[in-house]
């Protein structure tokens, strides 16, 4: 059955942020993909996209990636082709981690830290972070399937105050 809901189909998450100053530690955001399974949409994701992976089906691709967010205009994008995805998977949430190798850093510690998140020329989000300022993680969107050719988006800002590797594991969880 087709249905007029056309929902969302290709997106962009984009991060942009200003380099760390005065000798402290070096700011470097990374966004992060974590894909669920239709079986368990909030349990363990199958995979995760970042800086040092890739969606093995090539539908979720880390486009740019900064260490320092140096240079103008956007450090870090993720292109996220979700009508792509197979039906084995029915939920995508994204979100961002600081690094926190040189010391304890937070979003608020980032000066003019903006996520952007379109679909096309339709920007669907653009926000600064101040709301998750004293969190080292945060998640930014979900993605939902909601049948074969139809996937929805939602705003998700939640803070975490964890390192990269334990907010992938519950970056999903139920809230």
């Known amino acids: 059955m087709s249905t007029l809901n056309k929902g969302v189909a290709k997106v962009e998450v984009a991060l942009k942020w200003d380099p760390s100053t005065g000798g402290g530690p070096v700011h470097d955001l990374d966004i992060i993909a974590a ?74 510690d980032v000066p003019n830290t903006k996520v952007l998140v379109r679909e096309g020329y339709e920007e669907l989000d653009n926000d600064d972070l101040a709301g998750v300022a004293g969190a080292t993680a945060a998640t930014i969107a979900e993605f939902v399937r909601e049948d074969a050719d139809t996937w929805r988006y939602r705003r998700l800002l939640h803070g975490f105050d964890t390192d990269p590797q334990s907010f992938s594991r519950v970056m999903g969880a139920r809230r």
Do not use: C, K
């Open 35 to 108: 894909v669920y399974p239709t079986a368990d949409p909030y349990g363990e994701p199958v995979y995760l996209v970042h800086f040092d992976s890739r969606s093995p089906d090539g539908t979720i691709t880390l486009n740019r990636d900064s260490r320092t967010g140096q240079g103008f205009g956007i450090d870090e994008a993720m292109t996220l082709e979700l009508t792509r995805l197979s039906p084995d998977y029915a939920r995508v949430v994204v979100g961002i981690a600081i690094q926190q190798s040189g010391g304890p850093v937070t979003f608020g």
